[in-house]
C-alpha cells in the first residue's frame, strides 16, 4: 500500500545509545554499517542439513555473525573461506556463525557448502521468507548480532572476515559483557 | 519505491509527502529503505495490518497489503483511493502530483 498523504507527520526513530560500554568501531570493516536503534533480532526457525529445527534465539548467550547466501552468489563464495577461519578462531570464545541459504534446493546448498569444507551451522531458508524478514535483496547480507540478541551492524556486499581489522571488530563484541 | 525516491522533491514542491506503509516486519522495512535509500518514511503495518484493513487493501490470502495509492489533503479527508488490480502497471508520479494540485 502506498500513501501519499498532503498532511504528514511522523516521529523519530528513537536513537539509544550503549551505556557503560566501549564504543565499538564498526567501520573498521569496509561498508558494515552501525544500526544505532538497538532493535531486537527477530527470531525465525529452520531445518539444518539434518533437519533438524535450528533457531536464532538457540544462540542467545552468543554473538552471533548472522549470513545469508546462496551458491550462485559469487561474493558469498568469496567471503565464506574467511568466514570459516574467523569461526575456527572465535567458535570457542563466544561467537557463532548462522548461515542461511536463500531459496536454494537442499542437495545444491550442501554439495557447494561441502566443497568449500565449511563446518559452520547452516540452515535452509527454502521459501526465502527469512531473507525477506531480513532484508537479504542483495547477497551477501551479514548480520552482528550481541549475546543478548541485539542487531548492532549489517552488512550488504562481502567483507574479508579474516582481516585484522574484522578480526578485532569480533574480538571487541566477544569480550563485551 | 525508487520512483517515488526520486521524484520526492516534486511531490514537496506541491506540499505533498510521501508514506510508504506495507505489512513486513519493521526490521525487513528498514532494511528496504536503507538499501534504495529512500527519503521517505516507510511504516510498518506489523503483525495484524490494522491500518492495510481500515483502507481496504488487505489481502487475507497473502496476509499482505495490495498496492494501492491514496491521497489525503491538509485536513486529513481522503480525497483520492487507487487500487491496482493484479498486474496493472503502477501509477506514474506525474498522475498523482496532478491529483494532488486538484486538491489546491
Given at each position: 500500500?502506498?500513501?501519499?498523504a498532503?498532511?504528514?507527520?511522523?516521529c523519530g526513530?528513537?536513537?539509544?545509545?550503549t551505556?557503560?560500554?566501549?564504543?565499538?568501531?564498526?567501520?573498521?570493516?569496509?561498508k558494515?554499517?552501525?544500526?544505532?536503534?538497538?532493535?531486537?533480532?527477530?527470531?525465525f526457525?529452520?531445518p539444518?542439513?539434518?533437519?533438524?529445527?535450528?533457531?536464532?534465539?538457540?544462540?542467545?548467550?552468543?554473538?552471533?555473525?548472522?549470513?545469508?547466501?546462496?551458491?550462485?552468489?559469487?561474493?558469498?563464495?568469496?567471503?565464506?573461506?574467511?568466514?570459516?577461519?574467523?569461526?575456527?578462531?572465535?567458535?570457542?570464545?563466544?561467537?557463532?556463525?548462522?548461515?542461511?541459504?536463500i531459496?536454494e534446493?537442499?542437495?545444491?546448498?550442501?554439495?557447494?557448502?561441502?566443497?568449500?569444507?565449511l563446518?559452520?551451522?547452516?540452515v535452509?531458508?527454502s521459501e526465502?521468507?527469512?531473507?525477506?524478514l531480513?532484508?537479504?535483496?542483495?547477497?551477501?547480507?551479514?548480520?552482528?548480532?550481541?549475546?543478548?540478541?541485539?542487531l548492532?551492524?549489517?552488512?550488504?556486499?562481502?567483507?574479508?572476515?579474516?582481516?585484522?581489522?574484522?578480526?578485532?571488530?569480533?574480538?571487541?563484541l566477544?569480550?563485551?559483557? | 519505491?525508487?520512483?517515488?525516491?526520486?521524484?520526492?522533491s516534486?511531490?514537496?514542491?506541491?506540499?505533498?509527502?510521501?508514506?510508504?506503509?506495507?505489512m513486513n516486519?519493521?526490521?525487513?522495512?528498514?532494511?528496504?529503505?536503507?538499501?534504495?535509500?529512500?527519503?521517505f518514511?516507510?511504516?510498518?503495518?506489523?503483525p495484524?495490518?490494522?491500518?492495510?484493513?481500515?483502507?481496504?487493501?488487505?489481502?487475507?490470502?497473502?496476509?499482505?497489503?495490495v498496492?494501492s495509492?491514496?491521497?489525503?489533503?491538509?485536513?486529513?479527508?481522503?480525497?483520492?483511493?487507487?487500487?491496482?488490480?493484479p498486474?496493472?502497471?503502477?501509477?506514474?508520479?506525474?498522475?498523482?502530483?496532478?491529483?494532488?494540485?486538484?486538491?489546491?
Amino acid at each position: 500500500m502506498f500513501l501519499l498523504a498532503a498532511v504528514f507527520s511522523c516521529c523519530g526513530a528513537v536513537n539509544a545509545q550503549t551505556v557503560g560500554k566501549p564504543p565499538i568501531d564498526y567501520t573498521v570493516v569496509p561498508k558494515l554499517q552501525e544500526l544505532k536503534d538497538l532493535a531486537p533480532a527477530p527470531d525465525f526457525t529452520l531445518p539444518n542439513p539434518d533437519g533438524r529445527k535450528v533457531s536464532l534465539k538457540d544462540f542467545r548467550g552468543k554473538v552471533v555473525f548472522l549470513n545469508f547466501w546462496a551458491t550462485w552468489c559469487e561474493s558469498c563464495r568469496e567471503e565464506m573461506p574467511s568466514m570459516e577461519r574467523l569461526y575456527r578462531e572465535f567458535k570457542g570464545k563466544g561467537l557463532e556463525i548462522v548461515a542461511v541459504n536463500i531459496k536454494e534446493k537442499r542437495p545444491d546448498a550442501l554439495a557447494f557448502y561441502g566443497k568449500l569444507q565449511l563446518t559452520y551451522p547452516v540452515v535452509l531458508d527454502s521459501e526465502g521468507e527469512v531473507g525477506l524478514l531480513y532484508g537479504a535483496f542483495g547477497l551477501p547480507v551479514t548480520y552482528l548480532i550481541d549475546r543478548k540478541g541485539t542487531l548492532l551492524a549489517r552488512l550488504w556486499g562481502p567483507a574479508d572476515w579474516y582481516s585484522p581489522a574484522a578480526r578485532g571488530l569480533i574480538k571487541s563484541l566477544v569480550e563485551q559483557k | 519505491m525508487s520512483s517515488s525516491r526520486d521524484d520526492y522533491s516534486k511531490f514537496t514542491a506541491v506540499d505533498a509527502e510521501i508514506v510508504g506503509i506495507s505489512m513486513n516486519h519493521p526490521l525487513s522495512q528498514k532494511a528496504f529503505s536503507d538499501f534504495l535509500k529512500l527519503n521517505f518514511p516507510l511504516l510498518a503495518d506489523f503483525p495484524d495490518g490494522k491500518t492495510t484493513q481500515a483502507y481496504g487493501v488487505f489481502n487475507a490470502d497473502r496476509r499482505l497489503a495490495v498496492r494501492s495509492y491514496f491521497i489525503i489533503d491538509k485536513q486529513g479527508v481522503l480525497r483520492y483511493k487507487k487500487v491496482l488490480a493484479p498486474k496493472e502497471p503502477l501509477v506514474e508520479n506525474e498522475a498523482l502530483i496532478a491529483e494532488v494540485k486538484k486538491l489546491q
